[in-house]
């Protein structure tokens, strides 16, 4: 007689305890490099860093330099160039400290209207043709349709 075949989908080998054990034992070790990581990760980034909250962000402040691009070094080096690229250096009026800020540059949001302006141009003809196409496989699946209709008459 041939052995009776099982509708699981599961082999019975993966169910026996020794298996069972290997692949808890691998996916806790995967689990804990994983958030380990994560852990070790943000306690470098509290211990080398204290925060301390910009002058800016408390009290009024005068612009003694109009937004800037950011060089090479300074996009590495300041924090204030990470986020866009463009930094203007400010004056607090109460504490009289001077500080960079990060910045939107007129330049940079008139090229980045016209990059979208440019993709909705495209997107338009691109869906205008599409369209087009569409209607004219409808009309031709209708004249079909009726043309068969009056053969059949």
């Known amino acids: 007689m ?4 099982s509708d699981c989908r599961i082999p019975m080998l ?7 054990a290997l692949h808890a034992l691998f996916w806790g070790l995967v689990s804990l490099r994983v958030f380990g990581a994560a852990l070790l990760s943000e306690e470098k980034t ?3 860093r204290p925060v301390t909250t910009p002058c800016w962000q408390m009290e009024e402040f005068v612009v003694a330099v109009e937004c800037t691009r950011c060089n090479a070094f300074q996009s590495k ?3 204030a160039c990470i986020q866009t690229g463009y930094v203007e250096r400010i004056n607090c009026t109460k504490s009289n400290k001077d500080e960079y800020k990060s910045c939107r540059s007129t330049l940079m949001e008139e090229h980045l209207f016209w990059k979208f302006e440019g993709a909705m141009l495209g997107f338009t003809i691109l869906f205008a043709l599409v369209v087009v196409a569409r209607q004219r496989s409808l009309d031709r699946l209708a004249s ?4 068969r209709q009056i053969e059949s008459i």
């Open 2 to 5: 041939g052995r009776m075949e």
């Open 77 to 79: 080096s300041w924090a």
């Open 46 to 48: 509290t211990v080398a």
């Open 14 to 20: 993966c169910l026996r305890p020794r298996v069972l």
């Open 144 to 147: 079909e349709k009726v043309r």
